[in-house]
């Protein structure tokens, strides 16, 4: 039952940063970011965020580098609008699964053709 509940959290906070991450106006936040995975903590009082971006692991890097920076802001903000009763500190980490698969995928139709 607990379980559930931890994923249905985890769900929201990943809904929410969604939103959160639209909001922010640092340079080094560009391009197409997406969330890869949450891992949200069983006392849920840490929060690693994995993030990718479409245009490499460097505009992801460097993402992290700005989100890094507006952890406060973001803490801030899930806590208001989840209505928790103690927010999560946030670790972002940058993961190139979106540019991995891009590449299988390249592969894939490259095979194809032949």
Do not use: W
């Amino acid at each position: 039952m607990a379980s559930h509940r931890h994923d249905r959290l985890a769900e929201d906070i990943r809904r929410e940063l969604t939103d959160i991450f639209r909001m922010l106006k640092d340079p080094r936040i560009t391009g197409m970011i997406s969330i890869v995975k949450v891992d949200l903590s069983g006392d849920q009082s840490r929060c690693k965020v994995y993030i990718s971006s479409l245009d490499g692991i460097q505009a992801a890097d460097s993402a992290v580098e700005g989100l890094t920076s507006a952890a406060g802001f973001i803490r801030r903000e899930i806590n208001t609008r989840l209505k928790m009763r103690r927010s999560p500190e946030f670790k972002f980490v940058s993961d190139n699964s979106i540019e991995h698969s891009a590449g299988i995928a390249k592969i894939l139709i490259d095979l194809e053709r032949k």
